[in-house]
């Protein structure tokens, strides 16, 4: 688990902290929350090669679909738990046939819910902040020190307490804006609008 934690978190340290850092160095507080818009204006030529675009829309791609993936599986679980028969093999047609007539009716909900709300950027910092730092952050940190219980004058027992109160502050503060923009944004929110709010 340690392993798997030091290589995610170098992950994240090398890709989006680098991102976020030089993206704010270069646009300043004119930065949008999205790169790539920040990346093509829509006035003038844009600001990187269009490999670099391209290959940004890839990584973008691949880490909706892990993310879809590794976050629907408690959704899939529960649905497939309620239909599936335990008696019959796991690719019978018995449970096969429900499996994908419910994940496709799961997928088609969250598609229609997504082009209905327009505003994904908002609601996706009010999630992030409220939900995923907590449980990425904060809570696989709060459980080791829990299980293993290091000493308290140990260096293991100070670093995780050191990113379980960052992260809590980033969470804090990402909450508070994300929901103070939401509000903001409040009065451009159109349902089934082919304008994105940003």
């Known amino acids: 688990m340690l392993k798997g934690l030091m290589?995610?978190?170098?992950?994240?340290?090398?890709?989006?902290?680098s991102a976020s850092v030089s993206g704010y160095w270069v646009f300043g507080n004119k930065s949008n929350s999205n790169i790539l818009k920040s990346l093509m204006p829509d006035e003038g030529p844009s600001l990187a090669p269009t490999w670099v675009l391209g290959l940004a829309i890839v990584f973008i791609l691949l880490q909706l679909f892990a993310?879809?993936?590794?976050?629907?599986?408690v959704a899939y679980e529960?649905?497939?738990?309620?239909?599936?028969?335990?008696?019959k093999a796991v690719f019978s047609l018995r449970n096969l046939i429900p499996r994908i007539i419910l994940r496709t009716l799961y997928m088609t909900l969250c598609g229609f819910f997504a082009a209905m709300l327009p505003f994904f950027g908002d609601i996706n910092g009010v999630v992030g902040a409220v939900g995923f730092i907590p449980l990425d952050f904060v809570?696989?940190?709060?459980?080791?020190?829990?299980?293993?219980?290091?000493?308290?004058?140990?260096?293991?027992?100070?670093?995780?307490?050191?990113?379980?109160?960052?992260?809590?502050?980033?969470g804090l503060l990402g909450s508070f804006s994300s929901i103070r923009k939401l509000v903001l944004d409040a009065n451009k929110f159109k349902l089934f609008s082919s304008d994105v709010v940003d």
Do not use: H, R
Not at 67 to 73: F, P
């Open 7 to 17: 290589l995610c978190y170098s992950v994240i340290l090398v890709t989006f902290y």
């Open 139 to 170: 809570l696989p940190m709060l459980l080791y020190n829990m299980t293993f219980k290091p000493k308290k004058s140990s260096i293991t027992f100070w670093v995780n307490t050191s990113i379980m109160v960052i992260f809590s502050c980033a």
């Open 67 to 73: 993310i879809g993936l590794v976050y629907s599986q």
């Open 78 to 87: 529960i649905m497939e738990k309620n239909s599936a028969d335990v008696n």
